[in-house]
């Protein structure tokens, strides 16, 4: 029997990446999986990666994925989702609020007045989005007397890293989570924000590839693989002391030890608190 079997997990952004990393550690520990994403099918996509290739992914693990091509600023959209699953289903036991836009202007050094107010679109996506989707998790889970939202957030929540909005939006997920968390534990639903670090993403990989002199970070030992982060999050939703952290925002490095969890070549994740800072709130 496996860890999460039984249980229901909502994950955004799923078509690749962190999200895709998320749904195959959830999917391997038993979770039946909704991926979400805007790219249903590769079709001369930039990067690679679809939601089809994610449930195909899932399922050669023996797990359950179910893909839900939506966009993530359709508050009609996310309602829809989670209709489905009520219907479904008639439970969810875990959100994990992923999905963000990265504009390519994101990482170019030049000051915010500089760039274009289309880049909004990170709050838009990172913030607002991820509130509307714990919106509709919430009635599910408080119903049920159980569950756990998870957002994705980093050491840029505290520490200046490419633009104004990416920390603020970032900032702003902690202390949503936490929010959260005061609200929803009467109920014993948890809410968590964790802190990721470096992750070799298909977007990262080819960025360090494009860029002269930045490759041989391919292989630095202080970045994981997309799917670290989800072995974090699997044990986190199975410990049955859950709801002690509820509030928190972690790191996913310390909580991965705490656990006992590696990353998927078994290597132990080093934490980054010491040079980059350390999350401002505690469990309540």
Not at 9 to 35: D, M, N, P
Not at 67 to 96: H, N, W
Not at 261 to 281: C, K, M, N, Q
């Amino acid at each position: 029997m496996t860890a999460l079997a039984g249980k229901v997990a909502v994950i955004t952004g799923a078509s690749r990446g962190i999200g895709k990393g998320i749904a195959l550690a959830l999917g391997e520990q038993g979770a039946t999986v909704y991926v979400t994403g805007r790219t249903l099918a590769t079709d001369g996509q930039a990067l690679p990666g679809s939601l089809e290739e994610t449930v195909a992914a899932v399922a050669a693990r023996g797990g359950r994925a179910i893909a839900v091509q939506l966009d993530i600023t359709s508050d009609g959209q996310l309602a829809a989702l989670f209709d489905r699953i009520e219907k479904e289903q008639g439970r969810l036991d875990i959100l994990v609020n992923n999905a963000m836009a990265i504009p390519d202007e994101m990482t170019e050094r030049k000051g915010f007045w500089e760039k274009s107010l289309d880049n909004w679109a990170i709050f838009d996506t990172g913030v607002r989005a991820a509130y509307v989707a714990a919106h509709h998790a919430a009635k599910l889970m408080v119903r049920q007397n159980s569950g756990l939202i998870v957002a994705l957030s980093g050491y840029v929540g505290v520490t200046y890293t490419y633009d104004v909005i990416f920390g603020t939006t970032k900032t702003a997920t902690d202390r949503m989570a936490r929010d959260m968390a005061i609200e929803l534990k009467p109920h014993g639903v948890a809410s968590v924000s964790l802190w990721q670090g470096f992750t070799y993403t298909e977007r990262a990989v080819k960025n360090l590839e494009a860029v002269p002199g930045m490759a041989a970070q391919l292989n630095s030992a202080a970045g994981s693989s997309p799917e670290f982060p989800g072995r974090v999050i699997a044990a986190l939703a199975a410990d049955p002391a859950l709801m002690a952290r509820s509030g928190g925002t972690f790191i996913n490095a310390e909580l991965a030890r705490e656990y006992g969890v590696t990353d998927i070549d078994g290597r132990e994740i080093v934490s980054l608190r010491e040079e980059r800072g350390a999350p401002l709130w505690h469990p309540v």
